[in-house]
């Protein structure tokens, strides 16, 4: 008989999907947390778009703020910028419920396009107060001690677990720089804002 006839293709090997998984470690003794205000989150980091604009759509309607809201838009002697709820006010929210930071303000922080501000919400004073990143680094513990005191999950605490981190400073690690205190000096050339998004 001509031909190929009774050849076959490539042969396939039936594959079986191993479904054994390593168990997960024991983690011992540790309750759970309990943390407050879990639902109830004030703060957030955010970017500033092209424009200066920025929004947190969470923290906003905590505030009851909607497009059209009026704002007033201040400074801090620390050097935050303050958004406030003002019916009298000279800003007022878009269409997209966003806020525009006047351009002479985002300079004085040293802020440009794209960049992230941590957003804090006060309530109870319908609003928000605008800090660089370095509040951050200021506020929160040094990552680099909590990174040499890690054990094992479970572990007593105080266990002396041996690192080999090196903890040299390293600049990549150091405290953000921020721009906003490098331009102190030229309060004095702060102006109204501009009339982009004036109401």
Not at 65 to 72: E, L, N
Not at 104 to 109: K, M, Q, T, V
Not at 183 to 193: I, K, W
């Given at each position: 008989?001509?031909?190929?006839?009774g050849?076959?293709g490539?042969?396939?090997v039936?594959?079986?999907?191993?479904l054994?998984?390593?168990e997960?470690?024991?983690?011992?003794?540790?309750?759970?947390?309990q943390r407050?205000?879990?639902?109830r989150?004030?703060?957030?980091v955010?970017?500033?778009?092209s424009?200066g604009?920025?929004?947190?759509?969470?923290?906003f309607?905590?505030?009851g703020?909607?497009?059209?809201?009026?704002?007033?838009i201040?400074?801090?002697?620390?050097?935050?910028?303050v958004?406030r709820?003002?019916?009298?006010?000279?800003?007022t929210?878009?269409?997209r419920n966003?806020?525009l930071?006047?351009a002479?303000?985002?300079?004085?922080?040293g802020?440009?396009?794209?960049?992230?501000?941590?957003?804090v919400?006060?309530?109870?004073?319908?609003?928000v107060?605008l800090h660089d990143?370095?509040?951050?680094?200021?506020?929160l513990?040094d990552?680099?001690r909590?990174v040499e005191r890690?054990r094992?999950?479970g572990a007593?605490?105080?266990l002396d677990?041996?690192?080999t981190?090196?903890?040299?400073d390293?600049?990549d690690d150091?405290?953000?720089?921020?721009?906003?205190?490098s331009?102190?000096?030229?309060?004095?050339?702060?102006?109204?804002?501009s009339g982009?998004?004036r109401?």
């Open positions: 008989m001509n031909g190929l006839a050849s076959s490539p042969s396939h039936r594959r079986t999907l191993d054994r998984r390593t997960t470690p024991g983690l011992g003794e540790m309750p759970v947390v407050e205000h879990r639902y989150r004030r703060y957030a955010v970017l500033l778009d424009d604009r920025l929004t947190d759509q969470r923290l309607s905590q505030l703020w909607t497009p059209g809201t009026r704002v007033d201040g400074v801090s002697d620390g050097h935050e910028i958004v709820r003002d019916d009298q006010g000279d800003w929210l878009t269409a966003m806020v930071i006047p002479p303000l985002r300079h004085w922080c802020y440009d396009a794209g960049d992230a501000v941590l957003v919400a006060v309530p109870s004073m319908s609003a107060v990143l370095e509040a951050l680094d200021q506020a513990p990552p680099r909590i890690m094992p999950a007593p605490p105080g677990v041996p690192t981190a090196d903890t040299t390293d600049p150091g405290e953000l720089s921020s721009g906003c205190g331009h102190v000096g030229n309060r004095a050339q702060d102006a109204a804002g982009d998004g109401g």
